[in-house]
Structure formats: structure tokens, C-alpha cells
């Protein structure tokens, strides 16, 4: 997929059985952090490899223009919508609002849940898998860069890595893998390694122009 687009948007005593316990924890440590960094490289290659395989569930990419508009009037006091995407309006709320938010949505409105005040910063698209369209998927994660432009904290996630997740997401929501949790992306600070992929990125034909 190529998209166009122009805009800027602590003291222990000193003894023999102490070194004995600080060398045992320094080892268990040291496991740890392997077993740690197998886990990561584990869940990576399952990503990868299924997403390989079930890449003929989505449809072909096609080069797309962004249209977005920012809601001028937009404050955080008021409950409104943030911009408008092709096909109707983005909601972005605090977890706290959601309800009142979601009782807002008309047909192809989109809420999104501002998570970035936790200690993994992160933005949570709602049913996110029913949303398949490169066109909507790509204005949503403009619209989100904006709203971080807008409103800066330390969520920190690249086009790339977000467009990827949200795919991957859909993927595994079509063939019933932990719908539960597939349904709505996460784009949250600890996934951005995981998705940030080369080769991921050409599986799901992605190609992001600056």
C-alpha cells in the first residue's frame, strides 16, 4: 500500500555466604531476563508466521489519499467528536466517559479510548475489527497522530508500527483467534518493537510514504 499524502500533521555485611547469594541472584537474573527475551522472540515469530499465512484474509491494498477534517471547536470539557475521516465522525474519550461517548455513535463513527495516562501509554481503537478499509484505517492513525500532536504525552507509536498491529488485530479476529481481545487494537508504548517490523510490513503490503 502507498499512501499520498502532503500533510504535516540497597548495605549487606561482606561475608562469604552473602557473595555466595548475591552470585545465585545475579544468575537467576540473567535466566530470567532469557527467559524474558524468548518469550518476546516467541510471540513475534507466531505473529509472523500467521499473519503469513492468513494474509489472503484481507484484501488488496490500494493507494489511497487521506481526507481529514479536525474539529475546530473540539475541547476536552465537552463531549464532541475530535475530526471527521471520509466516512463519518472520530470520538476520542477518556475510559471514564466511554459510556456516554458510545451512546453518541451513529453508523460509521468511530470512538477511540485516550489510555495514555497509564503506565503503558496507549490508545485503544472500539471494534477495531469491523473496520477493514485501508482508506479508514489509515485516516483513524492520522487523526491519532494529531491528536498526540495536539495534546503531547508519552505515547509513543510509529504509523508503521500502528497500521501493522490494527491488521494483524483483524487477521486473527476473522479466524476466531482471542476474539475477545482482537477486537478492539491496543496501540499501546510495548507493542511498538513488536510491530515495527520490515518484514512484517511487506507481508501486509504495507508501504508508508513520509
Given amino acids: 500500500m502507498k499512501i499520498n ?24 537474573c540473567g535466566l530470567f531476563n532469557k527467559k524474558f527475551d524468548l518469550a518476546i522472540l516467541k510471540k513475534g515469530l507466531i505473529i509472523l508466521g500467521l499473519s503469513f499465512i492468513l494474509v489472503r484474509c484481507t484484501s488488496e491494498k490500494e493507494d489511497c489519499i487521506p481526507r481529514i477534517s479536525i474539529n475546530s471547536s473540539f475541547t476536552d470539557e465537552d463531549i464532541s467528536y475530535f475530526a471527521e475521516y471520509s466516512f463519518g465522525k472520530v470520538y476520542i474519550c477518556k ?19 485516550d ?4 503506565s503503558n501509554p496507549d490508545m485503544c481503537i472500539y471494534k477495531s ?15 491519532l497522530e494529531e491528536y498526540e500532536r495536539r495534546n503531547p504525552t508519552q505515547w509513543n507509536r510509529t504509523f508503521k508500527s500502528m497500521y501493522n498491529e490494527w491488521l494483524v488485530h483483524n487477521i486473527f479476529y476473522k479466524v476466531n483467534i482471542k476474539t475477545n481481545s482482537t477486537a478492539h487494537v491496543d496501540l499501546d508504548n510495548e ?13 501486509l503490503k504495507c508501504n508508508i510514504c513520509d
Avoid at 475489527?129 to 487523526?143: A, D, K, P, R
Avoid at 507493542?191 to 507481508?203: P, R, T
Fill in 5 to 28: 499524502n502532503d500533510n504535516n500533521f540497597s548495605t549487606l555485611p561482606n561475608n562469604i555466604n552473602n557473595n555466595r547469594q548475591k552470585i545465585i541472584g545475579e544468575e537467576s
Fill in 95 to 113: 475510559s471514564d466517559d466511554f459510556i456516554r461517548y458510545n451512546s453518541l455513535l451513529e453508523e460509521n463513527d468511530i470512538l477511540v479510548i
Fill in 115 to 118: 489510555k495514555r495516562d497509564g
Fill in 129 to 143: 475489527c469491523e473496520i477493514n478499509e485501508v482508506q479508514t484505517i489509515v485516516e483513524v492513525l492520522m487523526i
Fill in 191 to 203: 507493542d511498538e518493537g513488536l510491530f515495527n517490523s520490515s518484514i512484517l510490513s511487506k507481508i
